[in-house]
């Protein structure tokens, strides 16, 4: 990319469409960033996406699946898992925060000529490149003093994982499937999160991993569909673009295969302890994961941005509904 420039102080409208408060096109309406948070920091938490809360759901919810599976593996759910999933729980609103930061600082001219990601923090002006650089550092460096209390083979799968967090925002530069390295990075707190709660990396972990790869292929593919007009312009590639009016097919395949590899997943963790009704309950978590996605399935139009935004959105719910089966058979 380019070499560090200023954005100017008064953004031309084919620049920016960000409204004068600085809120982003597609924040949450009300969300406590733009109403609450001190003025000055409101451009930092909006490069952390603080004001779209969902991103963080989505790559918290595989580490959350994963100490739960984890704790049934070694038979027993104690304080370190909690203290595990407070961990996850802010180590993703940090590596998210971090991730987002340099994914805005590479995309600052493709940003600049989408009309979705017009009003961002640093093609509208409100941040400079180096400004972000500097708040990124902030929130890697404090996500890694988290990661230090995880185990040994948890933080060096932490260090490993920057390579694939570096490497995503180039991804639609040079493959129609930039989805399938959002998968590899998003749900690396899945192996991540298992190994700190089992010390090892096995089969369950992998299952997980695959699983949670597919799953975000199925929603991330909805949400670029927001965008493919733009993309078309610029060149950026996308599962999206690459699938087209063929996209439901394609959807339905990663729903299935989702789902088993997630039933996978919990056999390989839950069976051995031959404890039937804990295996039963268990299970319903990807049969309750499988009928949200059909139910977003149904509700598909990916001609609609509006829509395609809330069913991405509803990806928090899907991944709930398996981490609440999954808590609950811990407890039988």
């Given at each position: 990319?380019s070499?560090?420039?200023?954005a100017?102080?008064a953004?031309?409208?084919e620049?920016?469409?960000?409204?004068v408060?600085?809120?982003?096109?597609?924040?949450v309406?009300?969300?406590?960033?733009?109403?609450r948070?001190?003025a000055?920091?409101r451009?930092?938490l909006r490069?952390?996406r603080a004001?779209?809360p969902?991103?963080?759901w989505?790559l918290l919810?595989?580490c959350w699946?994963?100490?739960l599976?984890g704790?049934?593996v070694?038979?027993?759910f104690?304080?370190?898992?909690?203290?595990?999933m407070?961990g996850c729980?802010?180590?993703?609103w940090l590596?998210?925060?971090a991730?987002?930061t340099?994914n805005d600082?590479t995309?600052?001219d493709?940003?600049?000529?989408?009309a979705?990601?017009r009003?961002?923090?640093?093609?509208?002006g409100q941040v400079?490149?180096?400004?972000?650089g500097?708040?990124?550092?902030?929130?890697?460096?404090v996500?890694?003093?988290?990661?230090?209390?995880?185990?040994?083979l948890?933080?060096g799968?932490?260090?490993?994982?920057?390579?694939?967090?570096a490497i995503?925002?180039f991804a639609?530069?040079?493959?129609?499937?930039?989805?399938?390295?959002?998968?590899l990075?998003f749900n690396?707190?899945?192996l991540?999160a298992?190994?700190?709660?089992?010390g090892r990396i096995?089969?369950?972990?992998?299952?997980?991993y695959?699983?949670g790869i597919?799953?975000?292929?199925f929603y991330d593919?909805?949400?670029a569909?927001?965008?493919?007009?733009d993309?078309?312009?610029i060149?950026?590639?996308s599962t999206a673009?690459?699938?087209?009016?063929?996209?439901a097919?394609?959807?339905?395949?990663?729903?299935?295969?989702?789902?088993v590899?997630?039933?996978a997943?919990?056999?390989?963790a839950?069976?051995?302890?031959?404890n039937i009704?804990?295996l039963v309950v268990?299970?319903?978590?990807p049969?309750?994961?499988?009928?949200h996605?059909?139910?977003?399935m149904?509700k598909?139009d990916?001609e609609n941005?509006d829509r395609?935004m809330?069913?991405?959105?509803?990806n928090?719910?899907?991944?709930l509904?398996?981490?609440?089966?999954?808590?609950?058979?811990?407890?039988?």
């Open positions: 990319m070499s560090e420039r200023q100017p102080e953004s031309t409208p620049m920016t469409s960000a409204p408060t600085g809120q982003v096109h597609d924040a309406t009300g969300n406590w960033v733009d109403t948070a001190p000055a920091t451009p930092y490069l952390s004001d779209r969902i991103g963080t989505l919810i595989p699946w994963a100490v599976l704790a049934s070694n038979g027993a104690g304080l370190r898992d909690v203290w595990l407070v729980a802010l180590g993703a590596m998210r925060g991730g987002c340099w600082i995309d600052r493709f940003d600049a000529s989408v979705r990601t009003s961002r923090p640093i093609p509208s400079s490149v180096k400004q972000a500097v708040w990124m550092a902030v929130q890697a460096l996500a890694f003093a988290i990661l230090l209390s995880f185990g040994p948890a933080i799968l932490g260090v490993a994982s920057l390579a694939l967090v995503y925002p639609k530069r040079f493959t129609w499937w930039p989805q399938v390295f959002l998968g990075a690396w707190g899945a991540l298992y190994a700190a709660t089992t096995d089969r369950v972990a992998g299952f997980l695959l699983c597919a799953w975000t292929l593919t909805i949400y569909h927001q965008d493919k007009e993309d078309a312009l060149g950026v590639k673009r690459l699938f087209g009016s063929d996209t097919r394609w959807l339905k395949r990663f729903l299935v295969i989702s789902v590899l997630m039933a997943s919990i056999v390989e839950v069976a051995p302890q031959e009704l804990r268990a299970l319903i978590a049969w309750a994961f499988g009928w996605l059909v139910w977003q149904a598909l990916t941005p395609c809330m069913l991405f959105r509803a928090r719910d899907t991944g509904l398996a981490a609440l089966f999954l808590a609950a058979s811990l407890f039988l």
